[in-house]
């Protein structure tokens, strides 16, 4: 969706509980399940506190 002024911007929505991003997984369109840290790995900050419950959910 392209948001004037803004640019794109990803839309979508929660079916569940929040998480910790280390446990949180994304399903694939084959229908198979993997960790969100070994998907997204362009960018460091998405693991930067993965291990620190206080800063990540």
Not at 10 to 38: C, Y
Not at 46 to 57: C, G, K, L
């Amino acid at each position: 969706m392209r948001v004037q002024k803004q640019g794109y911007v990803g839309v979508g929505r929660v079916t569940g509980d929040a998480v910790h991003a280390k446990d949180f997984l994304l399903r694939g369109q084959d229908g198979a399940e993997r960790p969100v840290l070994e998907v997204l790995t362009h960018h460091p900050y998405h693991r930067q506190f993965a291990d620190e419950s206080e800063r990540t959910e």
